[in-house]
């Protein structure tokens, strides 16, 4: 099966700073990625979705100068977190789709972002 | 309105009784119905895809089957290992390549 992975799995950062967390496929070429968030005992929410070569779309409600999104190759995405507020604190994950099997998308293991 | 529901939100079972999770969606024009299985502190691990009513897929202890209503996940003699949060997604055409996520199924297997 395709094999997303993403780095770090886990980051604690000082209110005020910003952080980046990569999300990259490793056996497959992802035009379209997405980074989701979830918070504990709840179901993942999508943030925003990736387009090589594009701008993001992010959805309803999520601050696009605050989560920044870049997909500068077909296997990099990037998602970085400005200013870190403590309410950030979240597990993020993304998920990339595969053009060898219809509609199909493959998780990352996440990152565990906690803001002090 | 939730486009995805999935019941129940928890479930326990003993080692060895088979049970069915349920995921009904209420999409229109359904492009593709997807299982996720996640740990805690993990990503959702990918199990199946479903693309139209009637169709069946299995694996090992798993069988996913989708009607134009709802899908269910049978879980086949289960082991303690099997324990895990079960996520059921859509993608639709009015939501592009989008997926729409059901709140989970915690499943509880004990030995």
């Known amino acids: 099966g395709a094999v997303v992975s993403q780095h770090p799995s886990w980051v604690i950062c000082k209110s005020g700073t910003s952080v980046k967390i990569e999300c990259r496929s490793l056996d497959f070429q992802a035009t379209t990625m997405f980074w989701y968030r979830q918070f504990p005992k709840q179901s993942l929410m999508l943030m925003a979705t990736?387009?090589?070569?594009?701008?993001?779309?992010?959805e309803q409600g999520v601050e696009k100068d605050k989560f920044l999104i870049n997909h500068a190759s077909l296997t990099l995405s990037t998602l970085t977190v400005t200013s870190a507020h403590p309410e950030d604190s979240s597990f993020y994950i993304c998920?990339?789709?595969?053009?060898?099997?219809?509609?199909?998308?493959?998780f990352g293991p996440g990152t565990r972002l906690t803001v002090t | 309105e939730d486009q995805v529901t999935q019941s129940p939100e928890a479930l326990r079972l003993q080692e060895g009784e088979s049970s069915s999770l349920n995921c009904s969606y209420t999409?229109?024009?359904?492009?593709?119905l997807f299982w996720y299985r996640q740990d805690p502190g993990k990503g959702p691990e990918f199990l199946f895809t479903l693309y139209s009513a009637g169709e069946e897929k299995e694996k090992e202890r798993l069988k996913a089957t989708l009607t134009k209503k709802e899908s269910f996940l049978h879980i086949t003699a289960p082991k303690p290992e099997d324990s895990a949060t079960y996520l059921c997604a859509v993608q639709a055409q009015e939501y592009g390549n989008k997926l729409v996520f059901g709140a989970g199924t915690i499943l509880r297997v004990k030995s």
């Open positions: 990736s387009n090589e070569g594009s701008k993001a779309t992010y």
């Open positions: 998920s990339a789709m595969d053009p060898r099997a219809t509609y199909e998308q493959y």
């Open positions: 999409v229109s024009g359904l492009r593709g």
